[in-house]
């Protein structure tokens, strides 16, 4: 816990636990999207996946279209909401976007930390601070 203190100060033992060992096979893009056998990012150079019909630039217009294309909808706020899975995209101070995090079914949210671990944390907003800034959007999709 002490390791993610600086970046996350929000967390603590009582709001977040890890759910996986380290891994650099996917990112928390991937991870937003359900999926953990690929990095999701947009480089302009190609590395990774990222949906074709959307640009490689990093955007929050970018990833709204990105998450778009899995039928995602912008929505008001991280409410559970029964027959929709919400994703949060989180945004710096200087507006790029930064994470994502998938809401669970018992209304928690799961994050992946770069090439960290996957956590569980009670809100989208305990992971706010240095590292990831603020939540930017929320998306929705129907189960």
Not at 49 to 69: G, H, I, K, M, Q
Not at 96 to 108: E, I, N, S
């Amino acid at each position: 816990m002490s390791d993610f203190k600086a970046c996350f100060p929000l967390l603590d033992d009582s709001n977040h636990r890890l759910t996986s060992p380290s891994t650099s096979d996917y990112n928390c893009i991937a991870w937003a999207a359900e999926e953990d056998d690929r990095w999701w990012w947009p480089s302009p150079i190609g590395l990774g996946y990222w949906p074709p019909s959307v640009p490689r630039v990093e955007s929050c217009d970018a990833f709204l279209r990105a998450f778009e294309t899995l039928g995602y909808v912008q929505c008001d706020n991280s409410e559970l909401e029964d027959g929709f899975v919400k994703v949060a995209l989180y945004v710096s101070d200087a507006g790029k976007p930064t994470h994502m995090a998938r809401q669970l079914t018992d209304g928690t949210w799961t994050s992946k930390l770069g090439q960290s671990n996957d956590i569980n944390h009670i809100t989208a907003e305990v992971i706010w601070g240095p590292a990831y800034g603020n939540v930017g959007f929320f998306l929705k999709k129907e189960k």
